[in-house]
C-alpha cells in the first residue's frame, strides 16, 4: 500500500466515523456541507482526491477539526512533527502552501498551521461554524488579512486574531515571501445544527 493509499483510508475511516457519530446520513452531509453525494460517496471508499476547501466544509459541517478528518491516532503523550513530514493541504500558484502541522486533543482542538505566501499570493476562505477563532502571527514577510471585507495590514512580528465565522482572505504583500503560523481554534460540542 502506498503513502497516499493510505492516507485515503484513514480520511475514508474517518469522515465515515465522524459522519456515523452525528447521525448525518450521506444525503444530509451533502446538503449541509455542500458536497455532492457521489464525491462522498467515493471519499468514504477510499477513492477520488478531495481538494482543501471540500476538507474544511466537512469538517465545519460535521463540528471537527481538518486533521481530525486526515490523521490516524496519535500514539504518545508528546508528538513532534516535522515541517517536512506533512504535505501541503493548499498549493498556491505562486509557491505558496499551507500545512497542517497537528492538532490538539481534547474537547476544543487547536490546529497549528504553517502557511507561505508570496507577494501577491491569496487565499480565500469561506466562513467557518459559530465559535471558530483563527490567530495569525507573521514570522516573515508581510500580509494582508481581510475579514468581512476590510483590510487589515499585519506585518512580521505582529499577530492578528478574528472570528472565522465571515468570509476572510489571507495576501502576501510586498517584496519577499511571508511566513505565519497559524491556529484555529474549534469550539467545544456538537457543531450548530443549520436549519433543514
Not at 182 to 191: A, E, L, Y
Amino acid at each position: 500500500m502506498t503513502e497516499t493509499d493510505g492516507a485515503l483510508r484513514t480520511l475514508a475511516h474517518n469522515v465515515r466515523s465522524a459522519r456515523t457519530r452525528a447521525g448525518l446520513s450521506l444525503d444530509e452531509l451533502s446538503r449541509r456541507a455542500k458536497v455532492s453525494k457521489g464525491a462522498l460517496v467515493a471519499l468514504e471508499k477510499a477513492q477520488g482526491n478531495p481538494n482543501f476547501a471540500t476538507l474544511v466544509r466537512l469538517a465545519d459541517t460535521l463540528g471537527i477539526s481538518v486533521s481530525a478528518l486526515v490523521e490516524a491516532p496519535a500514539e504518545g503523550r508528546v508528538r513532534v512533527v516535522s515541517c517536512g513530514a506533512v504535505t501541503p493541504l493548499w498549493a498556491g500558484e505562486k509557491g505558496g502552501e499551507a500545512r497542517l502541522m497537528l492538532t490538539t486533543s481534547g474537547p476544543a482542538p487547536v490546529e497549528v498551521w504553517r502557511w507561505k505566501l508570496e507577494p501577491g499570493e491569496e487565499y480565500p476562505s469561506h466562513p467557518h461554524q459559530a465559535g471558530v477563532v483563527e490567530t495569525l502571527s507573521v514570522t516573515a514577510g508581510r500580509l494582508v488579512l481581510v475579514v468581512d471585507g476590510v483590510e487589515h495590514p499585519v506585518g512580521v512580528g505582529q499577530t492578528a486574531t478574528f472570528d472565522g465565522d465571515v468570509p476572510h482572505t489571507y495576501r502576501g504583500t510586498g517584496t519577499g515571501t511571508c511566513h505565519l503560523i497559524m491556529t484555529v481554534h474549534i469550539p467545544p460540542g456538537p457543531p450548530q445544527r443549520l436549519p433543514a
